[in-house]
């Protein structure tokens, strides 16, 4: 039997993490299809039609899909659900919000956010913000699974020409509305897909503070992250932060500045291929993660670091 | 207008996890538990909102071992009129959870049920949006801001882009965000108002659902550990390291 992929896209381009699910999705089953379920989506169903991966495309286009409503999105999937032996998506707030409403309709115990494939009906999860992994086996005859995006590399975009098949629009659900999204435009990298991020915590004492970041990043051409504690405190806004219930990031380099490193900011991003800590408490935790730390005043050690990059010759992009 | 509460006892955010050695689980014993961290903003939304007049009752539902009761009474500590308690034991899955809070919203007839987002011990983040699906009532996930109107609520979500905003009509489902409120500490003569709280206690297998697991748990173990990093005395040294030794920059 194939798997079903959901897309995530807003209707002109492919929400990156979907290339990353994709890869997942192939190591389960390689006839993958991929649903888009959109309005005016031509171009993304053409997008998705030409990842070597894909095998088929199924396109419903309806103006009730402009906005993704997980209601909606539902009743869309279970129409097609039984002609797939598992139902795929990313597990970041999209695929969260989503899967779990099939999941149930489809009486099935989904698995939440796996790293790793390990048979199609088996697969490794981090549990207790990734202090545990544990490796878990759905009996369910057919699964419902989220992956975690930044687990697997994206797949490659272009090259194939699967097939486009049009489907039929389900039923609207009356209940929900949706009104509208403050999305904040940035021309940075996105925090889930950057080569470096650095970010700020508690440390920082104040929003204008996070101009010492912002220019750091800005010279390193990285993504703006934060702790729990700097985005509750009001110094930055909710999407920045990382860790349990924030984002998850795996980026090259990971620099944490004034961060104390708590458990669940940790598990959004122990997995950096390399950690830097800056932080004038000599106990954090976050230097037990970190592979170079630097027992310093943040406030004198940010100017440094960005008159040290400059002195450089020249910087990886 | 009743709101339903559904909470879980959790290992506490603040313990170091152990893995058990013989790849069986988690070390629990001796180990302090508390309420899923998100479970207490929807406490604390649920009473803000019968504060301000909009709601009239709250119950605090829970559904586990003999000891979760303990989560019910610290939400009827900060202000739930009364609770339920669905004693199971073993592990329990998201999905048999929510088919249980589906015959308790049935007896209840609640308005609204709200529920931390995930909780923090199996990470799963599925029980509110599930429930929501067997009732065929909308779901408001990871809610930041709730507006409760007359038949309607407005609700602003955490997403990864940013903020967005929902109205869905009641009855509904919220699942709450961390910062959707600060939820209150309960005062020690509450703590003891709390103790003449009723909780009903119902047993799991009484209400006809299927709890057993779908799911095998094969092995639980440590994660990779991260070797051991260094020091460096100086900014300069950073540089030179990102860009000599780990070839980063």
Redo the contacts between chains.
């Keep these: 039997m194939s798997v079903l992929l959901i897309a995530e896209h807003n209707n002109k381009e492919v929400k990156p993490f979907t290339l990353n699910a994709i890869t997942a999705a192939s190591l389960i089953d390689q006839d993958l299809h991929v649903l888009l379920i959109g309005s005016k989506a031509d171009d993304v169903a053409k997008s998705l039609s030409e990842v070597p991966l894909v095998k088929k495309v199924l396109h419903i286009d309806h103006e009730i899909y402009e906005n993704y409503?997980?209601?909606n999105y539902?009743a869309a999937i279970l129409k097609h659900a039984d002609k797939y032996s598992h139902i795929i998506c990313s597990a970041?707030?999209?695929g969260?919000?989503?899967?779990?409403?099939?999941?149930?309709?489809l009486?099935?115990?989904?698995?939440?956010?796996i790293i790793k494939v390990i048979s199609p009906d088996?697969f490794l999860r981090?549990?207790?913000?990734?202090?545990?992994?544990?490796?878990?086996?759905?009996?369910?005859e057919k699964k419902c699974v989220t992956i975690r995006p930044t687990s697997f590399e994206a797949a490659e975009k272009t090259g194939g020409s699967a097939e486009i098949e049009k489907i039929d629009a389900a039923d609207l659900?009356?209940?929900?509305?949706?009104?509208?999204?403050?999305?904040?435009k940035s021309d940075r990298p996105e925090l889930?897909t950057a080569r470096?991020v650095i970010s700020g915590g508690r440390g920082l004492q104040s929003g204008e503070n996070f101009k010492l970041i912002t220019d750091v990043a800005d010279k390193?051409n990285a993504a703006i992250g934060a702790s729990?504690a700097a985005?509750?405190a009001g110094y930055i806004?909710?999407?920045h932060q990382v860790g349990?219930?924030g984002?998850v990031v795996v980026p090259?380099?990971y620099i944490a500045v004034g961060i104390s490193g708590a458990?669940?900011h940790l598990a959004g991003m122990?997995e950096s291929?390399?950690?830097?800590a800056i932080n004038k408490d000599?106990e954090a935790p976050i230097?037990s993660?970190?592979?170079?730390?630097?027992?310093?005043d943040l406030f004198e050690?940010l100017p440094?670091?960005l008159e040290?990059?400059n002195k450089?010759n020249t910087?990886?992009k | 207008m009743k709101i339903l509460v559904a909470v879980k006892r959790v290992i506490d955010y603040n313990v170091q996890i152990r893995v058990k050695e013989d790849g069986s689980g988690v070390v629990t014993d001796n180990v302090k538990m508390s309420t899923n961290p998100p479970d207490d903003n929807a406490i604390e939304e649920a009473v803000k909102i019968k504060e301000s007049g909009k709601a009239t009752e709250i119950i605090a539902v829970t559904v586990g071992e003999e000891k979760a009761q303990e989560t019910v009474r610290k939400a009827l500590a900060v202000g739930a009129d009364r609770g339920i308690h669905v004693k199971v034991d073993g592990i329990i899955e998201p999905l048999a959870v929510s088919k249980i809070l589906k015959k308790i919203v049935e007896k209840e007839n609640p308005d609204l049920v709200f529920m931390g987002k995930q909780a923090i011990d199996d990470d799963c983040n599925q029980t509110g949006q599930m429930l929501a699906a067997h009732l065929n009532w909308p779901q408001a996930t990871f809610a930041s801001k709730i507006e409760v109107n007359d038949k309607s609520l407005q609700v602003t979500r955490e997403v990864d882009e940013g903020l967005e905003t929902i109205e869905v009509n009641t009855p509904a489902i919220v699942t709450c965000d961390l910062r959707l409120n600060e939820p209150r500490y309960a005062s020690l003569p509450n703590i003891m108002k709390a103790k003449k709280k009723p909780i009903e206690q119902i047993n799991a297998s009484d209400l006809g659902v299927d709890t057993n697991p779908r799911i095998e748990h094969i092995k639980i173990e440590e994660p990779p550990k991260r070797k051991a990093g260094i020091k460096v005395a100086s900014v300069e040294e950073l540089v030179q390291k990102l860009k000599n030794e780990a070839k980063v920059i």
């Design positions: 409503i997980a209601e539902t970041n707030t999209f969260k919000n989503l899967m779990p409403r099939v999941a149930a309709l009486d099935i115990s989904q698995v939440s956010d088996t981090p549990i207790y913000a990734g202090n545990a992994f544990a490796t878990v086996k759905s009996n369910d659900s009356e209940n929900t509305k949706f009104i509208n999204r403050e999305e904040i889930g470096i390193l729990r985005v509750d806004t909710n999407e349990q219930t984002k090259d380099l458990i669940q122990k291929k390399v950690i830097v000599g230097f993660v970190a592979d170079y730390g630097l027992e310093a050690a440094q670091f040290e990059l450089l910087i990886q």
